[in-house]
């Protein structure tokens, strides 16, 4: 189970830091992303740890602004938010995925983000 936190409110060229804490173990999985969905758009990648390189991939849209980390041992992944615009305003979700020809996916609930 995946559960996300930080999400809320603020003005143009602010930062926010959202949380995604695992209730298992996702040592062995083959990646923890950051994801969102803005109004009437598809779901949409943004930041990606890659589990057993510990190396990150990051969306144009994202990229310098944005910065993907994560805790060991809290098992926690956290997307650091920096010049926020309004045009990030969606609900983020995180995700972890197995390895294997049919890996699975495991989502959270979700956080709002509105930049305003």
């Known amino acids: 189970q995946l559960v996300e936190s930080g999400g809320g409110s603020v003005q143009t060229g602010g930062s926010l830091r959202l949380s995604c804490t695992a209730s298992g173990n996702t040592a062995r999985n083959r990646y923890m992303g950051w994801f969102r969905q803005r109004p009437g758009k598809d779901r949409e990648g943004l930041a990606v740890?890659?589990?057993?390189?510990?190396?990150?991939t990051y969306a144009d849209s994202v990229k310098g602004r944005f910065i993907i980390s994560r805790d060991d041992a809290k098992n926690t992944l956290y997307l650091q938010m920096n010049g926020l615009k309004t045009e990030d305003t969606a609900t983020y979700y995180c995700?972890?995925?197995?390895?294997?020809?049919?890996?699975?996916?495991?989502w959270g609930q979700g956080t709002q983000v509105t930049v305003s």
């Open positions: 995700a972890t995925a197995s390895w294997g020809l049919l890996p699975d996916t495991y």
């Open positions: 740890l890659w589990i057993g390189g510990a190396t990150t």
